[in-house]
């Protein structure tokens, strides 16, 4: 095996070492946030047997519809239509909450799709990350990702949004440059080439502060 060879396979260790690392760490948050729910949950039935044994039947009512409330606005599950999808989404979208980055997702797939589940979740996670890894060079309140997903004719559709810390990002290349250092650019290579494979089309945009990934791929 060749030097280069050998440099190669380091490189690909080292970045798969880290997805499992991110993984873990997205786990570790969801797991922490059902936590923080089933304390909540705790709460709010103390709250109301206090309440009911007061005989206050207006103050349980009005606690609901304060629930009711708090629960439509927080409500942070994003529901697509495609288990794998939805699983990718909200493990991503859980770890960018976390970092405090607001992640708006408008997203709408069918149950079976041609591509692969394995493509598919090496797509969006490899976007998402992308995103977050951008995101986090800003301050807290310029951080925003948008991410929009749906069939287009027989093509889905995919689009992701962050905001950067410079106006118009360099490129070499076909692709613009990374910050994340030696060997994150795996992930866009291996976008790249999932997109090529699928004979679909693939566009970045990088202005006014705002770095952009749109894709299509054939479903039919």
């Known amino acids: 095996m060749s030097l280069f060879s050998k440099q190669i396979d380091k490189r690909i260790a080292a970045y798969q070492r880290e997805l499992i690392?991110?993984?873990?760490?997205?786990?570790?948050?969801?797991?922490r946030q059902i936590r923080?729910?089933?304390?909540?949950y705790r709460n709010h039935?103390?709250?109301?047997?206090?309440?009911?044994?007061?005989?206050?039947?207006?103050?349980?009512?009005?606690?609901?519809?304060?629930?009711?409330?708090?629960?439509n606005t927080v409500d942070t599950v994003v529901k697509t239509g495609n288990a794998m999808a939805d699983a990718i989404l909200n493990s991503k979208i859980s770890l960018a909450r976390s970092r405090n980055i607001t992640v708006q997702c408008d997203a709408h797939i069918p149950v079976q799709l041609k591509?692969?589940?394995?493509?598919?979740?090496?797509?969006?996670?490899?976007?998402?990350?992308?995103?977050?890894?951008a995101s986090c060079q800003l301050?807290?309140?310029?951080?925003?990702?948008?991410?929009?997903?749906?069939?287009?004719?027989?093509?889905?559709y995919i689009s992701f949004t962050n905001f950067t810390s410079t106006k118009k990002l360099a490129k070499v290349g076909k692709r613009f440059r990374t910050t994340k250092?030696?060997?994150?650019?795996?992930?866009?290579?291996?976008?790249?080439?999932?997109i090529e494979r699928l004979d679909g089309y693939?566009?970045?945009?990088s202005e006014d502060g705002a770095f952009t990934t749109e894709i299509l791929?054939?479903?039919v």
């Not at 591509?115 to 890894?133: K, P, W």
């Not at 693939?202 to 945009?205: E, F, K, P, Q, T």
Request: a negative charge; glycine letters at 8%.
């Open 21 to 31: 690392e991110t993984h873990y760490q997205e786990v570790e948050n969801m797991y």
């Open 36 to 40: 923080g729910w089933r304390h909540d």
């Open 45 to 71: 039935i103390q709250m109301m047997k206090v309440l009911a044994a007061n005989g206050d039947m207006d103050g349980i009512k009005a606690y609901l519809d304060e629930l009711d409330t708090d629960l």
């Open 115 to 133: 591509m692969s589940e394995l493509d598919l979740c090496c797509i969006i996670g490899n976007l998402f990350d992308n995103a977050i890894e």
């Open 139 to 156: 301050p807290e309140e310029q951080r925003m990702i948008r991410v929009y997903m749906d069939m287009k004719g027989t093509q889905l």
């Open 181 to 194: 250092g030696d060997g994150h650019g795996f992930g866009l290579v291996r976008i790249d080439n999932i």
């Open 202 to 205: 693939l566009s970045r945009n």
């Open 217 to 219: 791929i054939p479903q």
